[in-house]
């Protein structure tokens, strides 16, 4: 009987091995197998650099400020520093109202600014105000030491540098002498206000005291005074010289028209007030001058302790690219003939 027993066990093994190994294959034309689930791909590796932020912050909307702004982000694009690339501007300007500067400085300082470029005295003078953690270079700056803005021409020592726009005074005072020839006294009219006019006061006064012209020293205050100093001025002086001054710059249509109806020529600081109704003058190139600026901007962005850098930076000071500019039309309103050899060199607005 346990025999018996055992043979129908090994007959039950027998059979059930049997039946596993004769479950028909997977025919090909059936589903394949699923395929391994594709490895999760690894995070995008983030080369781009963040766009260099820099603020402008302008002072007024007159040719000579206009021409700093448009030659600085030229100079910038030439340093390879193009915008919309690796480098974005936030331009604001204060419309020659000192009460907006406080608010634009804000506004740039709060945007992170990685630099910021002031331009004009009144800018850069409140921007000192509100930060020594952003690099600031500055332009159309006449005397940046008398104004208080740095320390030291050589070596401003804080977070402060940029380019004068200190005029070639002598070289205005001589064509002046070569357009009007018979002058015997020049008034120089400024903004009382403005510490950069009054440096440049002192020079035109010794350059026509050397020349043996009288000098008579006219000043306002805002510039609904401007006519009515002019108009005083009439039968007293030959010919008016206005320095590089913010106030009369962001007029001179104005103070222009008002000269001619009293007859009397201005020779101007830079040629953008020529193109609004000056005679003429020999000057500033502000949009070279901008240019310039943004060489030593580049410099900064690019050194490895950019704070330190404008510590070191000199102010730069434009020798080149000087320009001689004439009104021809103000110069017929006002019977007066251009020497042909000054017409030759000069750029020419009518």
């Known amino acids: 009987m346990k025999k018996i027993l055992s043979i129908l066990i090994l007959c039950v093994m027998v059979?059930?091995?049997?039946?596993?190994?004769?479950?028909?294959?997977?025919?090909?034309?059936?589903?394949?197998?699923?395929?391994?689930?594709?490895a999760a791909p690894a995070p995008a590796e983030n080369t781009a650099e963040e766009p260099v932020k820099i603020g402008i912050m302008q002072f007024g909307e007159f040719d000579a400020l206009i021409?700093?702004?448009?030659?600085?982000?030229?100079?910038?694009a030439e340093a390879g520093f193009v915008e919309g690339q690796n480098?974005?501007?936030n331009y604001l300007s204060a419309a020659a109202d000192t009460a907006n500067c406080p608010t634009i400085a804000d506004t740039l300082i709060n945007d992170g600014s990685n630099l910021?470029?002031?331009?004009?005295?009144?800018?850069?003078?409140?921007?000192?105000?509100?930060?020594?953690?952003?690099?600031?270079?500055?332009?159309?700056?006449?005397?940046?030491?008398?104004?208080?803005?740095i320390a030291d021409y050589n070596k401003p020592g804080a977070n402060i540098t940029g380019t004068s726009d200190m005029n070639p005074v002598k070289e205005q005072i001589d064509l002046l002498i070569q357009l009007l020839p018979d002058a015997k006294n020049v008034a120089v009219l400024y903004c009382s206000s403005e510490s950069n006019s009054a440096a440049q006061y002192e020079l035109a006064k010794a350059e026509l005291d050397a020349k043996g012209l009288g000098c008579v020293q006219k000043t306002i205050s805002a510039i609904d005074e401007a006519k009515s100093a002019i108009e005083s001025?009439?039968?007293?002086?030959?010919?008016?010289?206005?320095?590089?001054?913010?106030?009369?710059?962001?007029?001179?249509?104005?103070?222009?028209?008002?000269?001619?109806?009293?007859?009397?020529?201005?020779?101007?600081?830079?040629?953008?007030?020529?193109?609004a109704g000056a005679l003429a003058t020999y000057g500033i190139n502000y949009f070279e001058l901008g240019k310039q600026s943004a060489k030593m901007a580049a410099e900064i962005l690019n050194s490895s302790d950019p704070l330190a850098a404008a510590a070191g930076m000199p102010v730069q000071y434009q020798?080149?690219?000087?320009?001689?500019?004439?009104?021809?039309?103000?110069?017929?309103?006002?019977?007066?003939?251009?020497?042909q050899a000054v017409l030759d060199i000069a750029e020419i607005y009518e």
Not at 26 to 37: D, V
Not at 118 to 140: G, H, L, N, R, Y
């Open 15 to 38: 059979l059930g091995l049997a039946a596993c190994g004769s479950q028909p294959a997977t025919p090909a034309s059936s589903a394949a197998p699923a395929a391994p689930a594709p």
């Open 67 to 76: 021409n700093a702004s448009e030659g600085f982000k030229a100079g910038m």
């Open 87 to 89: 480098v974005v501007y």
């Open 116 to 149: 910021i470029f002031a331009i004009a005295t009144p800018s850069v003078s409140c921007i000192k105000e509100k930060t020594t953690d952003i690099p600031v270079v500055f332009s159309a700056v006449t005397d940046p030491v008398a104004s208080g803005l």
């Open 233 to 275: 001025l009439a039968g007293k002086v030959d010919a008016i010289y206005i320095p590089t001054d913010n106030t009369l710059a962001d007029a001179m249509d104005l103070v222009s028209a008002a000269a001619i109806e009293s007859k009397l020529p201005i020779v101007a600081g830079e040629p953008g007030q020529v193109s």
């Open 319 to 339: 020798t080149e690219n000087l320009t001689t500019a004439v009104n021809t039309t103000t110069a017929k309103a006002l019977g007066l003939e251009i020497p």
